[in-house]
């Protein structure tokens, strides 16, 4: 790939300057790729309108063509024009008390949509972010934007802009920056086009709340993060795996003593055969890891009462354990409640098989 010029602005989150948004839509207008601030993470946006930008998304990333991407709007009014038929009631009162923010509804598309953008099936992923940013951004553009997270594929999402640039600088056009993302973790991505609310991926919504408002929603299978052992899941971007640093990160799930225990067990281990250990924990058990001084890194995020928090430190913290270069990361599980669920997703796909149970 021909290395280009990105540029990079500085914004602010709350009262992005006008012109600059101006510029940077004219540039995904004319088929160029933008990665921008959103409440979740930094997307790698595109014109959803045009087939060929979408392409560019795919080649810069290194994503599989069979996975789709979500179609982001500045408003509730552009769903009516990008999908098939009458918006269904539930879309219309989930938007209404969910967006903007972390919610991506799966419902069937307009045929207009390029087939690069859902990768040919028959629905399309929508979803209005809330931030000053990303509204401004699309806004500017006139046409829906369609934006994966702006890492390449299968490493963490990018939570800050520097995420981006390690990951895609020289590759795209532009990158705003507009601080840290308040979220960390991806959208929740609903399927409203089966008999019954399907989440594809957990997210910043959790299945309580949504099971609140609609009464009745599943977990897809592989939702939960677990292997997917379906021959076909229904969400493509499931059977990857994902949310990967370079280390090999083992996952140790249950009673936080007992995986504390059995984490400084293993980083023992791989101490006396040389290895660089990184482990990943919570204010809780940090403490009780009493290793070598200088030789394991300890990555802190966040404590366990707040999984929003340890979701807002996560990938950030899989990237600082990469940068330190340790050859294997010891992560330890949480409860996969609330966005805890959330964070066990991306854990377990992180972890692809290496999981264990204590
Ligand atoms: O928070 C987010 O959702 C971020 C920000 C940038 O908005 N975007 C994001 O995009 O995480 P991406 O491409 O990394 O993840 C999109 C997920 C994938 O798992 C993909 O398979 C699924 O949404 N998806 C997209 N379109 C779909 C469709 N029509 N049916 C089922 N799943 C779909
Ligand atoms: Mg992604």
Sequence with gaps: MKAIETLYWSLDPVRPDPQ????????????????????TVYGL?????????????????????????????????EVAGLVEGEVPPQASLLIKLFWPGPLTL???????????VTAGLPTVALRMPAHPVALGLIAAAGVPVAAPSANLSGRPSPTTAQHVLEDLGGRIEAVLDAGPAAIGLEST??????????????????????AEVLGEVRLAPGAGGEPCALPRPRSPGMKYRHYAPRAPLLLVEGDPQRVAGRIAELARGYLARGKAVGILAY???????????????????GSRDNPRAVAAALFGALRRLDALGVDVILAEGMEPRGVGLAVMN?????AGENVEKV
Excluded: M
């Excluded at 392409?55 to 500045?74: C, M, S, T, W, Y």
């Design 346 to 350: 991306r854990l377990r796909r992180a």
């Design 189 to 210: 991505v609903l399927d409203l086009t089966g008999p019954v609310p399907l989440i594809l991926r957990p997210g910043g919504i959790t299945p309580e709340e949504l």
């Design 283 to 301: 204010e809780e058990t940090a403490p009780l890891y009493r290793l070598p001084e200088g030789r394991v890194s300890l990555v802190v995020a």
């Design 20 to 39: 600059v948004l101006a510029r940077a839509g004219k540039i995904l207008r004319r088929g160029g790729l933008v990665a921008f601030p959103t409440e």
């Design 106 to 116: 799966v419902l069937p598309a307009a045929p207009h949509l390029p087939p690069q």
């Design 45 to 77: 946006g595109a014109s959803a309108l045009d087939p060929r930008a979408v392409a560019r998304i795919f080649e810069v990333k290194g994503r599989p063509q069979d996975n789709p991407l979500i179609v982001h709007v500045a408003g509730p009014g």
